[in-house]
């Protein structure tokens, strides 16, 4: 069930009508055993089959952060320790089990019969869980946080099921941390009009993104990944330099249609971007891109690999960060491909950590006629077309094929291509002045604060401008969303 399809629509509104009917709207418990049958119902709509694997694994963290508690109070900090300890092994062991069994088996076979000791390997019937990516990182967070004090345990188990299976973003993200969702559990929420208002603008900003911008480039993009050899350099060229722009598009999309769905409940999500195509440098663009997940790393990993190779300065920096990048890589899935994307990515901090630029985060500042200074605006553009270059390792099959698209642009024909419309083009400008003319807001179509804050007409005929733009230029073919494969 995809959320910008019409199926979705339908149980929306199934959902919210009930959520908010008069005895259920007053109760706690009444609304979030609501929520998690609908979120059970629409996890359950991809393949019933993964349902006992979601609710097996939540119930032995619910258990196991109860331990972690009890022992906690009762000062027995190695104990304590062991269950956390024992609720990473699993959580990381799922993932290994489920995403990357198969690859590792075959790695390693293939380097065996390159040595000369053949072995054969079957390649295991693994149904891959929806969304396994996310929920595993919510899992290792609750009990990581639990014994760190940071938060408390759920009060009942159906308080934990809920936070762990919530729809909107179970198959995507953002990835919602305890001590922030679980208290907005405990609490009944009451229809407010002002939040769903600016819950649907999200919404309706999120599908014009997805649909008018992502879609159209994903034409490209997708061709472009997939049969290379047969693209002109122009082409491949051209892929390059939209792919930054419709994998944020794609992706921003879908967090604002789940943070807008979330607001209408009455729920507010983690934020997951941060206008991340104004980032002047790779270190920038990581701390605006998918910041629920590069927080998560950076809390998890990056910091306390830190302070173990904190005796090594800069070269000890550069190995966390290394470390930190692949993990990101391969949390993509199982292929070198997304290993050597970290790389590529942490060879590109090397200048910013010996320069000693990293972490200060120089605000950007508007130069003549609300303009970025010129000297920021070429570091973005460079910073952009090297996001478009690590692309081509990201998408590529494999790593061979990554390097030979650098070689068929030297090497193909070079002849005028324009493989999107001016309309495009058009929105992709557009784009590119909102998130810099509302850098400070939540999101690009938050501009409502200008006209007193109230919903005015004004407000009005920008939503039906949207509506109609997305009727008329929306591609609906392929809603398929990119980061639903993660």
Known sequence: MVVNSLSFLLFFI??????YMPGIRQHVARQNVWLLLTSYFFYG?????????LFGITAVFYWLGAQIKKEMDANNRKKASRYMKTGVVIGIGLLLYFKYLNFFAESVASLLNQIGLYVSWSTLNIILPVGVSFFTFKLISYVVEIKRKKTTPAESFLEFATYISFFPTIS???IDRPNTFLVQLRKAHMFDYNKAIDGCQQILWGIFTKVVIADNLASVTNIAWSDYQGQSSTFLIWAILLSPVQVYADFDGYTNMAIGIGKILGFDITKNFNHPLLARNVSEYWNRWHISLTSWITDYVFTPLCLKFRDYAYHGIMMAITANLVL???WHGANWTYAVFGIFHS???????????????RKLKEGKYGLPLVKDFFRMVLTYIIIGIGHIIFFAKDTYSAFDYMHHIFT???EFVRPIGFSTL???????VLEWTTRKKEYALQIHAKFTGKRTWIMLAIDYLIIATIIWFG???????IYFQF
């Open 426 to 432: 058009a929105f992709i400008f557009l784009l590119f």
């Open 412 to 414: 193909g024909s070079w």
């Open 328 to 330: 990101i890589g391969l």
């Open 475 to 481: 591609t609906f073919e392929n809603s398929q969303f």
């Open 45 to 53: 709509f991809v393949d019933w089959k993964m349902l006992p694997i």
């Open 14 to 19: 199934v959902v919210f009508t009930v959520y």
């Open 172 to 174: 995507s993200g953002p």
């Open 347 to 361: 060879v590109l901090f090397i200048p910013i950590i010996y320069s000693g630029e990293l972490g200060k985060n």
